[in-house]
């Protein structure tokens, strides 16, 4: 058995690596980051074209969509991915095949069930009809579309995953900015959005093809396999419409209810933004998971354990400043590019900004667990949380519109986070990631996110944002390398991993940051 395995799959665990996570890690947040900064501009566009009214019945459609893709997709992408990695990691890559195949069959299922639900919906009068129905074709393709994307992720091919949405979300940006600019409104949106859907699938089979081909040049029997995967996938799906509720900008059918589109408009603009920043703990957190699964399937245990806990560290030591930053120029950078009639959305993302700190190390934890195939507590944690969001959603998008629905969101990220960052670090056995050791750091976060905000009060426009980006990001450098905010076996790892990739440069700047307890 072992003798017949082929290469690429013998060391599958001692391949993966912190190298190999970061480097991963990289294509991810630029899979993940980049096209989320292509929606923003093109929510920018849809401001100035569509207005808030216009752009708040297109944040809907579009939110209707994406919902049905994660109703119809629910917990298997993620199930697939995980047992894919876990089962490359046990030297039993052909049975990766059927249950590949397998997948493909369910998600075609929820494809023609997804789609005649958003027709149905444009039969039935919705508004503009047209929207819908190319709605209703983006939205079968997105559920198919997520088989190939977990196999990618499943076998760590990170590069193959990233570059398709890459190349083809510039593409899309470009054409839906020109379909607005010629008038192309709403509907025109939809059908930019449905055409570059089909160029995503086909490429993005294509190189799932070959990559099975490479991991699994023959099948092996996998029921048991595709048993395993449909329980997992089960208690995941679960939890996918608790992620829907929580962490999915589920208050917009609230506020749809409640109130108006401008409020849409106003919720979703933050959001968005918010979003934005947090792809880049989402896509790290998507790397660990299969990285965790497939080192849990080799029985590395301390490595996860070790890994876990540098990732906190990590995580903590990147997203301080980046909350400095979008605390004192998030407001005033929204306000200049969508223009006065989007005044309000700064309040909103002042209340989802609080939270960022904390965001990252959540998904870390929840990723872990992932992994580990541990899926029953999160999703208790999750359904309180749930809970927590439609009630006051109900009491708060009545009255108080798009802040409202933010702070019903706020309250439910807590409930669910602060549980599950106690219970991965129990699970994992971490014996303390040293938190308080980045109070270095937070201070001069602080220091460097005043001074931004004091220059974006003192002068109005774009001047007073453009110095206050820049006296920030300056204090920033200059403090880091001052105060020394890295802890140096963290500069150490950093130096190792990253400094022969960048030549030298990030190895440098983290020893040169580093203090010594």
């Given at each position: 058995m072992k003798g017949s395995e082929p290469t690429g799959t013998r060391d599958a665990a001692a391949a993966t690596t912190g190298a190999s996570v970061v480097s991963g890690g990289l294509w991810s947040i630029a899979g993940r980051l980049v096209p989320h900064l292509y929606t923003l501009l093109i929510s920018v566009a849809a401001a100035r074209y569509l207005g808030p009214e216009g752009l708040g019945r297109q944040s809907f459609i579009a939110f209707v969509e994406l919902s049905i893709i994660l109703l119809f997709t629910a917990g298997l992408p993620m199930a697939v991915m995980r047992f894919i990695g876990e089962t490359i990691g046990r030297g039993e890559p052909g049975a990766v095949r059927g249950l590949v195949a397998w997948a493909w069959l369910i998600?075609?299922?929820?494809?023609?069930?997804?789609?005649?639900?958003?027709?149905?919906?444009?039969?039935?009068?919705?508004?503009?009809e047209g929207a819908w129905l190319l709605a209703a074709v983006a939205c079968a393709i997105g559920i198919v579309h997520n088989v190939p994307s977990a196999l990618l992720a499943?076998?760590?091919?990170?590069?193959?995953?990233?570059?398709?949405?890459?190349?083809?979300g510039a593409v899309s940006m470009v054409a839906t900015i020109a379909v607005l600019a010629?008038?192309?409104?709403?509907?025109?949106?939809?059908?930019?959005?449905?055409?570059?859907s089909v160029v995503n699938l086909a490429w993005t089979s294509v190189l799932a093809r070959r990559a099975l081909?490479?991991?699994a040049p023959r099948a092996e029997p996998s029921a048991e396999l595709r048993r395993r995967t449909a329980r997992y996938a089960l208690y995941a799906s679960m939890s996918v419409v608790i992620t829907f509720i929580v962490w999915r900008r589920s208050e917009l059918f609230?506020?749809?209810?409640?109130?108006?589109?401008?409020?849409i408009a106003l919720y979703s603009i933050p959001f968005a933004a918010f979003f934005a920043l947090a792809q880049i703990p989402s896509a790290l957190g998507a790397v660990i998971s299969p990285a965790v699964a497939t080192l849990f399937g080799a029985g590395a245990s301390e490595r996860i354990r070790s890994g876990?806990?540098?990732?906190?560290?990590?995580?903590?030591?990147?997203?301080?400043?980046?909350?400095?930053?979008?605390?004192?120029?998030?407001?005033?950078?929204?306000?200049?590019?969508y223009g006065q009639d989007f005044e309000g959305t700064g309040r909103v993302f002042l209340i989802m900004a609080l939270w960022f700190p904390v965001f990252p190390l959540v998904t870390m934890g929840r990723s872990v667990l992932a992994g580990l195939g541990l899926v029953k507590l999160p999703l208790l944690f999750g359904a309180v949380a749930a809970a927590v969001d439609i009630a006051l959603a109900v009491l708060l998008t009545p009255d108080h519109g798009a802040v409202g629905a933010a702070l019903a969101n706020l309250a439910a990220q807590v409930t669910v986070g602060v549980p599950i960052l106690i219970y991965a670090s129990r699970v994992v056995g971490s014996t303390g990631w040293r938190p308080l050791a980045l109070w270095r750091v937070a201070l001069v976060s602080a220091i460097a996110g005043g001074a931004a905000w004091l220059c974006v009060h003192l002068l109005e426009g774009a001047g007073g944002f453009a110095l206050g980006a820049a006296s920030g990001a300056i204090l920033?450098?200059?403090?880091?390398?001052?105060?020394?905010?890295?802890?140096?076996?963290?500069?150490?790892?950093?130096?190792?991993?990253?400094?022969?990739?960048?030549?030298g440069m990030v190895g440098w700047a983290a020893r040169r940051s580093a203090y010594r307890r």
């Open positions: 998600e075609g299922v929820g494809a023609a069930a997804g789609g005649a639900m958003l027709v149905g919906a444009a039969l039935l009068g919705a508004d503009p499943g076998a760590q091919r990170w590069r193959a995953a990233s570059i398709v949405g890459l190349l083809t010629a008038g192309g409104g709403i509907t025109g949106m939809f059908a930019v959005e449905a055409a570059v081909l490479e991991i609230f506020l749809d209810r409640y109130s108006t589109d401008t409020q876990y806990e540098r990732a906190l560290r990590l995580v903590l030591l990147f997203s301080l400043p980046i909350t400095a930053a979008a605390l004192a120029l998030g407001p005033a950078a929204l306000r200049l590019v920033l450098g200059v403090l880091t390398l001052g105060l020394r905010v890295i802890p140096a076996d963290d500069a150490d790892w950093i130096g190792a991993v990253a400094g022969g990739r960048l030549g």
